[in-house]
């Protein structure tokens, strides 16, 4: 589907629909990024290497390279970062499931939302008119995150404790 760029001025939402994007896209980043952190603290743990334990600065550092290198080394999309993650911790169905929903609507956001058919049979613009879409994903994506910081507080624990028997 073509759709011109300049297509999203004849919304009457406009600025509603591009914050909520915005938002969305926002939240669906910070998924990622737990989700690539969350690895990286199970590697520390299953080859312990505990000598670079971060402070929460330096997390927040580190978790730009952690992205970076997840992308330019291993190539890896955010779904075969979280089977990786499947593999290496235990999650609870219905966690799990609110992962993979997660990913699916971070992928509908970065791929479809703005092409996506039906819109062009309801509305003629191929741009979606409401925000509702946008703010299921924004609870989806807030959801997502609280279920990767139950998964990173625990890795944190364990990698605690492997440091204090050393």
């Excluded at 507080?153 to 028997?165: P, T």
Aim: charged residues 25%; proline residues 2%.
């Amino acid at each position: 589907m073509f759709i011109a760029p300049d297509a999203i001025d004849l919304l009457p939402n406009k600025d509603d629909v591009l914050r909520q994007a915005g938002e969305a896209l926002y939240y669906s980043q910070c998924f990622e990024g737990a989700v690539a952190y969350a690895l990286h603290l199970y590697r520390q743990v299953r080859s312990e290497k505990n000598d670079s334990w971060k402070s929460a600065q330096d997390m927040i550092t580190e978790l730009g390279r952690i992205i970076v290198d997840g992308y330019c080394f291993q190539k890896a999309t955010l779904g075969q970062l979280l089977n990786e993650l499947r593999t290496a911790v235990f999650i609870h169905t219905e966690a799990d499931e609110a992962l993979t929903k997660a990913i699916d609507m971070r992928n509908y956001l970065a791929h479809r939302y703005f092409l996506s058919p039906e819109w062009d049979r309801q509305f003629g613009t191929g741009m979606p008119h409401d925000v509702a879409t946008l703010n299921e994903i924004i609870q989806q994506m807030k959801t997502a995150h609280e279920v990767m910081g139950t998964i990173v507080g625990s890795l944190r624990r364990k990698l605690d404790e492997a440091r204090n028997r050393s």
